[in-house]
């Protein structure tokens, strides 16, 4: 096969080749450097696929909002007077304007401040002009209104956005994400939210490579090695077991591109995961958190959402990583070799002060661009993207990582890049199949 | 004249040295951070003492228990980010940027029983492979000047930045 492939492949759908007989499964690096791809991309994939926009907790009240960019457009993520959630396009229909301008806050109206067109939390249009200034068709038809996106609907407060009036609902879209979406939003009755306004950064690679590395667990000790350091140096690395599932070490295609690894947590977890590094003080408190877990959900339902580690990705540019902390992280390309990164810390409504300060303390150790992990990453994806200048004579990236495997997939595997890798080459080799 | 100036030329009629004094050691601080003399940077710490970075945005983030820092090291965190850097294996930092601080208004905003809270600005320059990152924003001390040598009791780093652009945040600013 080898010689068969060309350094430089014309065809999109030609950049992933997979021979499942020979155990290989290849990516040709012009996927992520080429101009011509990002814009396939942006038509076939985040045109087309469901896209985060935002939690539930961001709006808790009526007439919150925040505004962010989702998918290359600008948006207003809000909740109206009535408490119904919305997701507009933030330009105004008069001339263009991006209507608000604040990241966040709490309005009764949007104004637009270039010509001063109004609109109500729904939406509306509101200003009152003199008469002889519009006619009566000038309202008609909802062409004064701020446009909606064509779809939103959300999962366990999790809400997503659709620019395919047509794509199928969001349910079916995540297909078997759902179950390891509810590990995380059963982890409190009270349910989960967002802490603070979270991290925004750029990394100088393909959004690909992150999605690739948010759940390759084959990079973790070669890469993380100065983490584990740190966690064994200060108590919080804690291998044993007690009655956990430290055997979980799967992997599971959620369909539809998703997938998710598993494993058993080195770390503690504030949800209920005990390491000597918190003190004796914390340890009744988690065990009865624990506890707690195994009422509601029994012994292997509770047991797991408290102990294991679980990375996910929802197909295109999701990961919830339910981890040492819970990080929600989403990224979008600005070009193919740039990315925009957005992730925020998800935690327990009500959570016990010292459980919240050491879940932020988790997740800063780790993950972010201050931490002793996350930026490691970024030096490899960057480094995988200098490395891609060498294309035309190295032109193929490979992902073959257990193929021969006879039985289920182990997490340090690759087949979870390779259930993202075959809905990418589906999406962009079929248009007429993305999003149905 | 605004109230701060006030205080501070205040102060500096008790100890007409004391801001020279004071820039002296944060330009200490600056040129054992620029040549990556972390080991000797990490010594001018208190014992007990905090170095953060809090979230960019509008400011209004200011606990480290309550939001998402970038950075919130106790003690033993900042010791041991300090022994992670002096790893080959802190990939991000190997092999070593280039770095230089620089620092401006200098402010002494309050002094009590020999512990000095100090204002600077300050643009950190970090330079690997032909891209230049830049942070720009305001240090807050808290420093000890009963003691000697001096210590930092605490270190805060407010970006000015809306977001983190270099995406890295590796090096100590």
């Known amino acids: 096969m080898d010689t068969l492939l060309n350094p430089l492949p014309h065809s999109l759908s030609g950049m992933v080749v997979e021979d499942r007989d020979r155990h290989l499964f290849r990516v040709a690096r012009r996927a992520f450097t080429d101009d011509a791809v990002l814009e396939e991309e942006r038509s076939n994939i985040f045109d087309r696929c469901w896209l985060y926009v935002g939690h539930s907790s961001e709006i808790t009240n009526n007439c919150d909002f925040i505004t962010r960019p989702v998918g290359g457009r600008e948006l207003i993520f809000n909740r109206d007077r009535a408490g119904v959630v919305h997701a507009f396009l933030n330009t105004c229909p008069h001339r263009g304007s991006m209507v608000v301008r604040e990241k966040k806050g709490n309005a009764l109206a949007f104004r637009c401040f270039y010509h001063g067109w109004s609109f109500n939390v729904n939406g509306r249009f509101a200003s009152r002009f003199d008469e002889g200034n519009y006619g009566k068709e000038h309202y008609g038809g909802g062409c004064a209104d701020l446009a909606q996106v064509p779809r939103l609907e959300s999962y366990r407060d999790f809400w997503f956005v659709n620019f395919d009036r047509n794509a199928m609902s969001l349910s079916d879209y995540l297909a078997g994400a759902k179950e390891y979406i509810d590990l995380v939003a059963d982890q409190t009755e009270a349910g989960m939210e967002i802490v603070g306004a979270g991290q925004q950064y750029v990394i100088n690679a393909n959004w690909k490579l992150l999605a690739e590395n948010s759940i390759d667990a084959f990079h973790g000790f070669p890469v993380h090695s100065t983490y584990f350091d740190y966690l064994k140096n200060i108590g919080s690395l804690r291998m044993e077991s007690g009655n956990s599932d430290f055997t979980a070490r799967g992997m599971t295609s959620l369909g539809n591109g998703h997938a998710v690894i598993e494993y058993a947590s080195p770390w503690g977890r504030p949800i209920a995961r005990w390491v000597p590094s918190w003190g004796e003080e914390k340890r009744e408190l988690v065990e009865r958190l624990r506890q707690g877990l195994v009422q509601r959900f029994g012994q292997e339902r509770g047991i797991r959402i408290a102990e294991t580690s679980r990375n996910m990705l929802i197909f295109p540019n999701l990961v919830i990583n339910d981890i040492m902390a819970i990080t929600v992280r989403t990224f979008m390309p600005d070009a193919p070799n740039r990315m925009t990164v957005s992730a925020w810390a998800l935690g327990a409504r009500g959570e016990d002060e010292e459980l919240r300060k050491l879940r932020l303390f988790n997740f800063l150790e780790f993950l972010g661009p201050g931490g002793f992990a996350t930026p490691d990453d970024q030096e490899a994806m960057e480094n995988c993207q200098r490395g891609y200048k060498n294309l035309r004579e190295v032109g193929w990236n490979d992902i073959s990582k257990g193929m021969p495997r006879v039985g289920p997939p182990m997490n340090d595997d690759e087949e979870q890049m390779r259930c993202f890798w075959r809905q990418w080459r589906d999406r962009m080799a079929d248009r007429t199949a993305g999003g149905k | ?173």
């Open chain 2, 1 to 173: 004249m605004n109230a701060d100036a006030g205080l501070s030329h205040g102060l500096a009629k008790d100890d007409p040295g004391l801001r020279a004094r004071i820039e002296d050691f944060l330009y200490l601080e600056a040129g054992l951070l620029d040549e990556w003399r972390i080991e000797e940077w990490f010594a001018m710490f208190a014992e007990g003492a905090t170095y953060e970075v809090p979230p960019t945005g509008d400011g209004s983030e200011t606990d480290p228990a309550t939001s998402l820092f970038y950075i919130a090291d106790d003690y033993v965190r900042l010791r041991e980010r300090i022994t992670r850097l002096t790893k080959k294996e802190a990939h991000s930092e190997f092999p070593r940027s280039r770095q230089r601080h620089m620092i401006s208004n200098v402010r002494i905003t309050g002094m009590t029983g020999g512990v000095a809270d100090v204002t600077a600005n300050f643009v950190t320059y970090r330079a690997k492979r032909g891209v230049v990152d830049t942070y720009y924003g305001k240090h807050v001390y808290r420093i000890d000047c009963a003691v000697q040598p001096w210590k930092i009791k605490a270190k805060r780093s407010i970006l000015d930045m809306d977001m983190l652009y270099p995406g890295k945040l590796t090096i100590i600013i």
